[in-house]
């Protein structure tokens, strides 16, 4: 059974950092793209950021470029968001996903997701 298990969402004030963790389960997620998915309260889920295999190339949504970063350890099946100057807007549960297509573009269409994160930002 393939699983996505992220952790480390919590409680943080505007402006904090915060790095979320996105260990991988039951398959190698070495040869494929992972990424990070949101979705605010009341909202849409919406893209963050994503990686492709080997850490080569990167995409952010607009919202987030300059204050987040992904990462990854193949090694480790473990693919990590780093969250510098954390906003009130940020504040969303976190899923993490893996496998699928990642466009060039940066558009991407994930196979796995994870069961989610919460980041609280208070202002």
């Known amino acids: 059974q393939v699983q996505l298990v992220e952790s480390g969402g919590g409680l943080v004030q505007a402006g904090d950092s915060l790095t979320l963790s996105c260990a991988a389960s039951?398959?190698?997620?070495?040869?494929?793209?992972m990424g990070w998915f949101r979705q605010p309260p009341g909202k849409e889920r919406e893209f963050v950021a994503a990686?492709?295999?080997?850490?080569?190339?990167?995409y952010y949504a607009d919202s987030v470029k300059g204050r987040f970063t992904i990462s990854r350890d193949n090694g480790k099946n473990t693919v990590y968001l780093q969250m510098n100057s954390l906003k009130p807007e940020d504040t969303a549960v976190y899923y993490c996903?893996?496998?699928?297509?990642?466009?060039?573009?940066?558009?991407?269409?994930?196979?796995?997701w994870g069961q989610g994160t919460q980041v609280t930002v208070s202002s």
């Open positions: 039951g398959r190698t997620f070495s040869n494929d793209a």
């Open positions: 990686i492709n295999w080997n850490g080569g190339n990167t």
């Open positions: 996903v893996g496998d699928g297509i990642l466009y060039y573009s940066g558009r991407y269409s994930p196979d796995y």
